[in-house]
């Protein structure tokens, strides 16, 4: 079946940018998304990109797509302490109709 | 709006026992979800509703039924208990199983005993 796989740990310091990156299985993905979780919440989607892309950017955020590779990856600049979270990478599946979820990396930026 | 809401936040249950988890959405959308978060394995679906009157098993249904019980409710049941229920669990909702976001509940702690 489909597999999603992230690194867990992910530590910056404020100012730095950070980059989480992201390995999926399913070539027929159509689109690919980034959810934020801060403690005691539920998903927060951040932002997506559409398989037919190769970089997506939105304010302090870039998403790059390498297709033949199957690797997605989110990039923050200038990262700051409220960055601190888990983020998860997701693909959606039009044949299973259901996102599949990488296990999260968790992201502690330090002052 | 209050979005997604979810009831109870935590619950703690003994082996063979039964409950339901309760899921509102108040955004008018088709499609619900519930999921469950264990640690380092990210969410999996158990079951999802794609719009009212129809139900599909996702990746985990096994020890879980839902009901919808109309547009903006959708609830899980464990009928008996099991330790390995022990997780988070959390309800979303989407315009339709098609779309690009899916909006988050804040979960349901559940541990089994």
């Known amino acids: 079946g489909e597999d999603v796989e992230q690194s867990l740990f992910l530590s910056v310091r404020e100012g730095d940018s950070s980059v989480i990156n992201c390995t999926y299985t399913?070539?027929?993905?159509?689109?690919l998304y980034w959810y934020k979780q801060e403690p005691g919440a539920g998903l927060q989607l951040l932002t997506y990109i559409f398989s037919n892309m190769d970089m997506k950017q939105d304010q302090r955020l870039t998403v790059l797509l390498n297709k033949k590779d199957k690797h997605l990856s989110l990039r923050i600049a200038d990262t700051q302490t409220g960055d601190s979270a888990i983020y998860f990478c997701a693909e959606f599946n039009n044949a299973g109709n259901m996102l599949t979820f990488g296990g999260g990396t968790r992201l502690m930026v330090k002052p | 709006n209050a979005g997604v809401t979810q009831t109870p936040k935590f619950q703690v249950l003994k082996t063979g026992q039964s409950m339901t988890l309760q899921c509102a959405q108040d955004?008018?959308?088709?499609?619900m979800y519930w999921y469950r978060q264990d640690p380092g394995m990210g969410l999996r679906l158990i079951y999802y509703?794609?719009?009212?009157?129809?139900?599909d098993k996702g990746e985990v249904p096994n020890g879980y039924n839902v009901s919808r019980l109309n547009k903006r409710e959708f609830s899980l049941r464990l009928e008996s208990a099991a330790p390995s229920q022990t997780s988070v669990y959390f309800c979303?909702?989407?315009?339709?199983?098609?779309?690009?976001?899916?909006?988050f509940g804040p979960g349901t702690r559940l541990t089994v005993l």
């Open positions: 509703s794609a719009s009212e009157g129809t139900t």
């Open positions: 979303a909702s989407s315009e339709a199983v098609v779309v690009v976001e899916q909006f």
């Open positions: 955004m008018n959308h088709n499609s």
């Open positions: 399913d070539s027929s993905s159509t689109y």
